[in-house]
């Protein structure tokens, strides 16, 4: 099956009591047994849930996956896997990634004694010397956030096999429609659902989509005895979101690469990060791992300061200046204060994550009109 046909059929089956196409919402929190322990396979939401089981199932299909989990944010899946280790156990991060990771690494983790050492990823020379016995884990975000920075996942994989240890991709900002890391070689795919997959801002989700059966099994009972699950309305809201998200990509691809090209030639601006640029460091990786370059793009004007960013971002009009990305509406964002502002900032600083970079993340609007709003908020 192909991808497009997978994200309407895959692992999907019509409801075998009503033949409803699409399957109900079990808003339920506990289900009837004939006798303690005989049920029909499900006992209580928080374990499992019909309407999640058939969203697990959705991504485990659409990532080439065996298992999938659904988790009530991304967050939460990030959380189940570093749960995955014990104290004293090792991480090596990419150096540019999103804000709330970095957080939920360095001041929640790090207290548990995990040690976490970021480096620029996309650089693989960069990994070897930081390997020892107790690394567990390679954590990488391709392309990254907000940098759109490009890691070799292939080559991640090698490096990791070679010394027995995992490696977790977020695969967010690509979606499986433009890559799919178990295919690469990763043991791990995690997703924030909320973005791209879900694709209406209308949810907050996280997913973890993995081969193994041993690890899922590790992972299942994690969620299950943590409890950070999401709903059956949620469950429902994402599975609708994931029949479209092919169409949807398709033109965040051909939107972002309009808008990138059109800032890259303006004179007011003076950086801009897409990895379809050819002269993108790593452009080649890009083009050899994924099927297009995406809808996320970010800049910096030529001043350089925060006070310029400022006055674009609120000047926008289409483009609405909000927190999160992926959905079909145009959202602009600040980095420095919004989704990294809980990174110090001489670290953002050290991955170009400065105070006049803005993120945008291109929508499915007509693209002239995104571009005659970006011109008149670069004018002011």
């Known amino acids: ?20 196409v699409m399957p109900p919402i079990y808003q339920t929190s506990t289900y009837a047994q004939k006798s303690p322990g005989d049920h029909k396979g499900f006992e209580y939401s928080r374990t499992g849930n019909p309407t999640r089981q058939a969203l697990e199932n959705a991504f485990s299909s659409i990532e080439n996956g065996t298992y999938g989990l659904a988790f009530g944010s991304g967050l939460a899946a990030i959380d189940a896997v570093i749960k995955l280790l ?22 929640i983790f790090k207290r548990f004694g995990i040690v976490f050492h970021f480096t620029g990823l996309n650089v693989i020379e960069n990994i070897e010397h930081l390997i020892n016995s107790n690394t567990k884990l390679i954590w990488v975000e391709t392309p990254t956030n907000p940098m759109l ?10 490096i990791a096999k070679k010394n027995q240890i995992r490696v977790a991709v977020d695969n967010t900002f690509a979606t499986p429609y433009l890559q799919q890391p178990l295919n690469l070689g990763a043991d791990i795919v995690m997703h924030s659902a909320t973005k791209y997959l879900g694709g209406h801002s209308d949810v907050v989700m996280g997913a973890l989509v993995v081969n193994d059966k041993a690890l899922a099994d590790q992972l299942y009972f994690i969620q299950n005895a943590s409890g950070a699950v999401c709903g059956p309305m949620d469950s429902f809201l994402v599975l609708r979101g994931l029949k479209t998200l092919h169409v949807r990509m398709q033109r965040h691809c051909e939107n972002g690469a309009i808008i990138a090209r059109f800032l890259a030639k303006h004179p007011k601006v003076d950086k801009v990060f897409w990895p379809g640029f050819e002269s993108h460091p790593n452009h ?14 970010s800049f910096s004007t030529r001043g350089n300061t925060k006070g310029d960013a400022i006055k674009i971002v609120e000047n926008l009009k289409l483009f609405t200046l909000a927190e999160s990305l992926g959905g079909v509406e145009s959202l602009c964002g600040h980095p420095a204060t919004m989704t990294h502002a809980s990174i110090p900032k001489e670290e953002r600083e050290k991955t170009g994550v400065t105070d006049s ?3 945008l993340s291109v929508g499915i609007e007509d693209p002239n009109d995104l571009l005659e709003d970006l011109e008149q908020a670069l004018k002011k």
């Open 284 to 297: 080649s990786i890009a083009k050899k791992q994924m099927r297009d370059f995406g809808g996320m793009v």
């Open 1 to 20: 099956m192909r991808f497009n046909t997978k994200v309407i059929h895959g692992n999907q089956h019509h409801d075998p009591s009503t033949g409803a």
């Open 357 to 359: 970079l803005i993120r």
């Open 149 to 158: 920075n490009i890691i070799d996942i292939e080559a991640v994989v090698q």
């Open 86 to 107: 014990k104290p004293g156990d090792e991480v090596i991060a990419t150096n540019d990634l999103y804000g709330g990771t970095y957080r939920l690494f360095t001041q």
